[in-house]
């Protein structure tokens, strides 16, 4: 069965960064698109970032535009997010998505505090 796995946040200062990473399992991980999302208490979950296929193509919330990046490494099945020059407005619980035919898989998210 299609599994994502994510793993890397943490509290971290303001300024700080952090690396994010999602391991896919149980489909063909270099077929399909990758995204980012994420969760603030009180809010509704908001897109991230996203990675075409090959890693080729990126977009980004303009909200992060600039300070994340997105990459993926397909010999491993996996997905990563950059993080740099973080600030508190990006606290959540950040989720790996990915769509496996009509279906919307979702990890089980990891947790980035920004706070001094």
């Known amino acids: 069965q299609v599994q994502l796995v994510e793993s890397g946040g943490s509290l971290v200062q303001p300024g700080g960064s952090l690396r994010l990473s999602c391991a896919g399992s149980?489909?063909?991980?270099?077929?399909?698109?990758m995204r980012w999302y994420r969760q603030a208490p009180g809010k509704e979950r908001e897109f991230v970032a996203d990675i075409s296929t090959g890693g080729s193509v990126t977009d980004y919330a303009g909200s992060v535009k600039g300070r994340f990046a997105i990459s993926r490494d397909n010999l491993k099945n996996t997905v990563y997010l950059q993080m740099d020059s973080l600030q508190p407005e990006d606290t959540a619980e950040y989720y790996c998505n990915t769509n496996v035919g009509s279906t919307m898989y979702w990890g089980q998210g990891t947790q980035v505090t920004v706070s001094s």
């Open positions: 149980g489909f063909t991980f270099n077929l399909y698109t």
